[in-house]
């Protein structure tokens, strides 16, 4: 995504190179982008021209969501043996969840997580602020384990993915999110034995999520 862009303005012949093992120079030119919605989340309209694998090109018309860059940290409570985790409504899942027959539908269980602007906070730093906010720990000596894109045929977004350990006595506040944001968020220990069952019966369904804690199996199995 071209970052500082006016709603219309053209980009004409914007250039990246990208070099892939065993397929050579790859390009790509952005002859237009035109923004058609600029709320919290944004749509832009790009005009873009790319190569093909076998050197032809491709032209084609892409919309493009850019709502910027996501923390999530997956938070073990040395004492209880638990994982941290944020039960609040997302309206996005709600038609879905019903017609699947989730008792739970729109309440979804999560890694604490939230949104950032780059450039105007660190992710380590809004990490630790997401934490405070939607849980009450203070928490320090996170680890990055991942930067991955969430859906990227049609969205700029990247989730930054960390780790700490945590104990009882980091707890400052009440947590359950901002009111001046209408959140209303319910922190939920689950011990460590627990979590597989509950993505299999699909009361974890969060990808993020799933991503936390397939890196702390693999990571707990390393030693």
């Keep these: 995504m071209i970052k500082g862009c ?5 980009f004409f012949y914007v250039i990246r190179w990208l070099v892939l093992r ?23 309209i790009m005009d873009v021209e790319y190569d093909r694998f076998n050197g032809e090109t491709i032209r084609a018309t892409r919309e493009i969501m850019e709502r910027g860059d996501g923390v999530a940290v997956l938070l073990y ?3 209880s043996a638990s994982i941290l985790f944020t039960r609040q409504f997302r309206i996005p899942t ?5 017609m699947e027959g989730y008792e739970d539908a ?34 320090h000596d996170l ?59 699909g009361t974890i369904r969060d990808a993020k999520t799933m991503i936390g804690w397939m890196w702390w199996k693999l990571h707990q199995q390393r030693g």
Excluded at 94 to 98: H, L, T
Excluded at 110 to 128: K, T, Y
Excluded at 155 to 178: D, M, N
């Design 77 to 79: 409570e040395s004492e």
């Design 143 to 201: 680890q990055h384990v991942y930067t991955f894109y969430v859906s990227p045929g049609s969205c700029s977004e990247r989730i930054h993915l960390f780790y700490a350990t945590v104990s009882a006595s980091q707890k400052r506040s009440q947590g359950g999110g901002l009111v001046e944001e209408q959140e209303d968020i319910q922190m939920i220990k689950l011990p460590v034995s627990e979590i597989d069952n509950l993505i299999a019966n």
């Design 106 to 139: 729109g309440w979804l269980l999560e890694l604490p997580a939230g949104s950032f602007q780059l450039g105007n906070e660190e992710p380590r730093d809004a990490a630790v602020r997401e934490v405070e906010e939607e849980l009450g720990y203070h928490v």
């Design 22 to 44: 065993n397929f050579g120079t790859m390009k790509f030119k952005i002859h237009n982008l035109n923004r058609q919605y600029d709320g919290f989340m944004k749509i832009d």
């Design 94 to 98: 709600a038609e879905r969840d019903i």
């Design 6 to 10: 006016e709603h219309s303005q053209p």
